[in-house]
């Protein structure tokens, strides 16, 4: 099956009531009844309701774009691997040679150094005829191989003495004036957060599941506008070989109650019937933030709105936005025989 977001040509974080919408237009486009002219009308139809049946379920959903993630980490990986190539056998380090391990770590080739020379044999000198000549070659050996054994027994110390220096001084050498080259980050993970207005006022505390199957907790911070974005550090996917990434969290404040937010004001609806709207009052609202009084001016019609400054939702800087109080003219539930009586003689322009 092809992808069910494509199919139906929505977003990965679409709501459902966009699925809702996209799948009814879809359907009436691919309707084998309006597409008789078309072998395959069938065939995109049951497709199409396919994609609907899998997205408008919660835990269908949630597999598949589970399912859908994992795959993607595999290619990922895979690429990653095939750019990588294949990783070279590692060798012994030679552990008396600081040079020599070093190169191998960094992959240049060791300076030569000299070798040490033999020593010069004593040269002869012409025997004369009064000279023992067999007490002189004795003597030269022997000055010859304790010349040896001082060269000998003072490399050995060094080499003895000084392995850490030389591995330090190695190290040093090898990677001054190099820039250490930063691993490729995983793409961020965009994920959205539904959140009602009372948890922004009280900044709560969130527990978000991601599409792998983790939680991760999200403080909603002061200020919180819909749709903004919160950037959580290195809790997003990890990739083997990369930096991990973010999740990008996208606050989206729940507008289907008796208010919603335009930024930091509150707005919602106030019903008034036709004596109040008439003469005026004053009530009483129980807002998010705590109870406000609402004083309606007399002779106030639907199309009045009233602003209550400072009744929203508190900025980041510690700023309020306001109240803004839309009213709406409602008449009785039973008809009241006065009130007809009056719009009647009003209509008709008699006088009671």
Not at 63 to 68: E, F, G
Not at 208 to 231: F, H, M, W, Y
Not at 346 to 351: A, C, S
């Given at each position: 099956m092809r992808d069910p977001y494509a199919i139906l040509g929505v977003r990965r974080n679409a709501g459902q009531d966009e699925i809702k919408a996209a799948w009814r237009s879809v359907a009436k486009a691919v309707h084998p009844d309006h597409n008789q002219d078309d072998p395959l009308a069938t065939q995109r139809f049951a497709e199409a309701g396919k994609a609907y049946e899998l997205?408008?379920?919660?835990?269908?959903?949630?597999?598949?774009?589970?399912?859908?993630?994992?795959?993607?980490?595999?290619?990922?990986?895979?690429?990653?691997?095939?750019?990588?190539?294949?990783?070279?056998?590692?060798?012994?380090?030679?552990?008396?040679?600081?040079?020599?391990?070093?190169?191998?770590?960094?992959?240049?080739?060791?300076?030569?150094?000299?070798?040490?020379?033999?020593?010069?044999?004593?040269?002869?000198?012409?025997v004369d005829k009064g000279e023992a000549p067999a007490d002189t070659r004795t003597e030269a050996v022997a000055d010859s191989k304790r010349e040896e054994a001082s060269r000998l027994e003072a490399t050995a110390l060094r080499r003895?003495?000084?392995?850490?220096?030389?591995?330090?001084?190695?190290?040093?050498?090898?990677?001054?004036?190099?820039?250490?080259?930063?691993?490729?980050?995983?793409?961020?993970?965009?994920?959205?957060?539904?959140?009602?207005?009372?948890?922004?006022?009280?900044?709560a505390r969130l527990s978000v599941e991601l599409p792998d199957g983790e939680t991760v907790k999200l403080s909603i911070p002061p200020g919180t506008t819909d749709g903004q974005a919160i950037r959580l550090k290195e809790q997003g996917y990890r990739v083997t070989g990369m930096a991990r990434g973010d999740v990008l969290a996208t606050l989206r404040i729940n507008q289907e109650g008796p208010f919603r937010t335009q930024g930091l004001?509150?707005?919602?609806?106030?019903?008034?019937?036709?004596?109040?709207?008439?003469?005026?009052?004053d009530t009483v609202l129980e807002t998010p933030s705590g109870s406000v009084?609402?004083?309606?001016?007399?002779?106030?019609?639907?199309?009045?709105?009233?602003?209550?400054a400072g009744a929203g939702l508190r900025g980041a800087d510690g700023e309020?936005?306001?109240?803004?109080?839309?009213?709406?003219?409602?008449?009785?539930?039973?008809?009241?025989?006065?009130?007809?009586?009056?719009m009647r003689s009003l209509r008709h322009g008699l006088y009671l």
């Amino acid at each position: 099956m092809r992808d069910p977001y494509a199919i139906l040509g929505v977003r990965r974080n679409a709501g459902q009531d966009e699925i809702k919408a996209a799948w009814r237009s879809v359907a009436k486009a691919v309707h084998p009844d309006h597409n008789q002219d078309d072998p395959l009308a069938t065939q995109r139809f049951a497709e199409a309701g396919k994609a609907y049946e899998l997205l408008r379920d919660p835990v269908l959903r949630s597999r598949y774009d589970r399912v859908r993630r994992e795959a993607e980490l595999r290619r990922m990986e895979a690429m990653k691997q095939k750019m990588r190539g294949p990783e070279p056998a590692e060798e012994p380090v030679d552990a008396e040679t600081a040079e020599e391990a070093i190169s191998r770590i960094f992959g240049v080739e060791p300076q030569a150094q000299p070798s040490p020379s033999k020593p010069k044999a004593a040269p002869q000198r012409p025997v004369d005829k009064g000279e023992a000549p067999a007490d002189t070659r004795t003597e030269a050996v022997a000055d010859s191989k304790r010349e040896e054994a001082s060269r000998l027994e003072a490399t050995a110390l060094r080499r003895s003495a000084a392995p850490a220096a030389d591995l330090v001084a190695a190290i040093v050498r090898r990677i001054r004036g190099r820039i250490a080259k930063p691993a490729e980050k995983v793409p961020d993970l965009a994920v959205d957060v539904n959140v009602s207005i009372e948890q922004v006022v009280n900044r709560a505390r969130l527990s978000v599941e991601l599409p792998d199957g983790e939680t991760v907790k999200l403080s909603i911070p002061p200020g919180t506008t819909d749709g903004q974005a919160i950037r959580l550090k290195e809790q997003g996917y990890r990739v083997t070989g990369m930096a991990r990434g973010d999740v990008l969290a996208t606050l989206r404040i729940n507008q289907e109650g008796p208010f919603r937010t335009q930024g930091l004001d509150l707005v919602t609806t106030l019903p008034l019937d036709l004596e109040d709207a008439v003469l005026g009052c004053d009530t009483v609202l129980e807002t998010p933030s705590g109870s406000v009084t609402v004083t309606v001016p007399a002779w106030s019609g639907s199309d009045k709105v009233i602003r209550i400054a400072g009744a929203g939702l508190r900025g980041a800087d510690g700023e309020a936005g306001d109240l803004l109080v839309e009213l709406r003219l409602m008449l009785r539930e039973k008809p009241d025989d006065k009130v007809t009586d009056l719009m009647r003689s009003l209509r008709h322009g008699l006088y009671l």
